[in-house]
C-alpha cells in the first residue's frame, strides 16, 4: 500500500478472537473469510454499541439488506453476492490464548516508534529509517527494547558512535519494551478498526500478526 492512498477491501485486516472472545492475533481479509466459510468461526458485530454474532450464511444475509445504506463499507464482489469485510471473528473452538512474547525486530521498532526519529521529532517513509543504539554497541550497548529507537538517517549519522548526551541530542521518548504487538496501535488509530479496542484494553493479551 502507497502511503496516502485508500487500502482495497481485500487489504483490510481483521482481528481473531478465541472462544472465549480473547484477542488471538490479526489476519488478513482471505484468511478470516476461509475461517467463516468452514464453520470454524464466527463474525462479531458492533452494532449501536452492542455486539451480535453471525454464521457465514447470516452474515452474508446481513451483508444483503445493509448494502443498500451502507454502501462506503469494505465490501468484496463475488460473482453471486457482496459481503462486507468483518472487523472481528471469533474462533467456535479454540480456547487457548498465547503467551508469545512481542517479537523483537524493525517492523516492531518502527511501530512503537510510529515511523518517527526518536531525535527530531519528524515522521519518515521506512527507507530513510533506520535503527540507533541509545548506547553504542561499541560502548556496551545492548541489543534489547529499552536500548533502540527509531532514528532518520540524519539524526543518525549526526550521534554517530556516541550517547545522546556526548552527541547534544535528547531522546523525545524513552524507549520501552512494548506490551502488546506494537503494529495493532497503528491500526487502532483508524476508524474502521475502533470496534478492536474492547478486546485488547487487557495488558497481557498478547496479539500476534500473521
Known amino acids: ?21 480473547m484477542a488471538l492475533r490479526v489476519v488478513g481479509v482471505r484468511r478470516a473469510f476461509s475461517l467463516l466459510f ?26 444483503e439488506i445493509r ?65 540507533d543504539h541509545v548506547i553504542p554497541r561499541s560502548r556496551g550497548g545492548k541489543n534489547r527494547w529499552d536500548n533502540v529507537v527509531c532514528a532518520c538517517t540524519r539524526c543518525n549519522v549526526k550521534k554517530g558512535g556516541r550517547t545522546p548526551k556526548q552527541a547534544h541530542m535528547k531522546l523525545i521518548t524513552k524507549p520501552v519494551k512494548p506490551r502488546r504487538n506494537p503494529v495493532i496501535g497503528v491500526h487502532l488509530n483508524h476508524n474502521r478498526y475502533r470496534s478492536w479496542k474492547q478486546f485488547l484494553d487487557h495488558a497481557y493479551w498478547s496479539v500476534e500478526l500473521t
Open 1 to 21: 500500500m502507497i502511503a496516502g492512498q485508500p487500502i482495497s477491501s481485500l487489504d483490510c485486516r481483521v482481528l481473531v478472537l478465541n472462544k472465549h472472545y
Open 38 to 63: 468452514q464453520d470454524h468461526a464466527e463474525v462479531i458485530s458492533c452494532e449501536k454499541g452492542n455486539y451480535f454474532n453471525y454464521d457465514f450464511q447470516s452474515w452474508k444475509q446481513l451483508g
Open 67 to 131: 448494502e443498500s445504506f451502507e454502501p462506503d463499507g469494505d465490501w468484496i464482489s463475488t460473482v453471486n453476492f457482496d459481503i462486507a469485510v468483518p472487523r472481528v471473528i471469533r474462533l467456535l473452538f479454540y480456547d487457548r490464548l498465547p503467551r508469545t512474547p512481542v517479537k523483537f525486530n524493525r517492523r516492531n521498532i518502527f511501530a512503537r516508534d510510529r515511523n518517527h526519529c526518536q531525535y527530531c521529532g519528524r515522521r519518515f517513509p521506512l527507507p530513510e529509517l533506520s535503527i
